[in-house]
């Protein structure tokens, strides 16, 4: 688990573009969304990961598999909210409407007690600024505010309608793989209109 955890932290140190770098983790098993604070502390600040990789039982033994305690860079908040925001709205083709602040765009916008023109020295700070956000906006209306919840907000389920032509050959042998090799059938992987509440369709084409 301490090399996966370097390695990790490695690949977004070393990426060159955070445009096309974003940041997620195995939740909710090693690493749930909730500890996202402790990982933008970590690229953040080298000390942190420093004390991190020495706490661990093995870490000669993982400084020796990796290469993270030679990386000095700390990235920069600008670019874990690339990582965060702007990069995985570009992504998932949602650059139209989030991932930023141009006018038009939707006002999802979460505020935290940060400057970029004068971060914490602390690196705690960082991580704890992250984990209760001062304000946190859901298309205009304050729904968080200083960590707690005083809005439910307006709720929406995205989900994309992929359009592609369908074979009747590939249906009949998935259908036989089903039934030969399966333990469910295949109409247990369907997903009814009633688990999308509020829905919010994509089109996409999967032939492009």
Known sequence: ???QWAVGLELALLAKDPMRTMITT????????TR???????LMCKKTRDEQMAAFKHSGKVADATILNEIDRELTLYEISQMTRAGPAKALGLANMMGGLAPGMNADVAIYNLNPAKMPTDPEEIEKAFSLSAYFLKNGEIVCQDGQIVHSGTKKTFWVD?????SKQVNRDVREKFLRYYTVTQANYEVPDSYAPNP?????????
């Open 200 to 208: 919010f369709v994509i089109e996409a084409n999967a032939n492009v």
């Open 26 to 33: 195995d939740h909710p098993n090693a690493g749930p969304f």
């Open 1 to 3: 688990c301490a090399v």
């Open 36 to 42: 996202y604070p402790r990982v933008f502390k970590w």
């Open 162 to 166: 992929a359009k592609a032509p369908e």
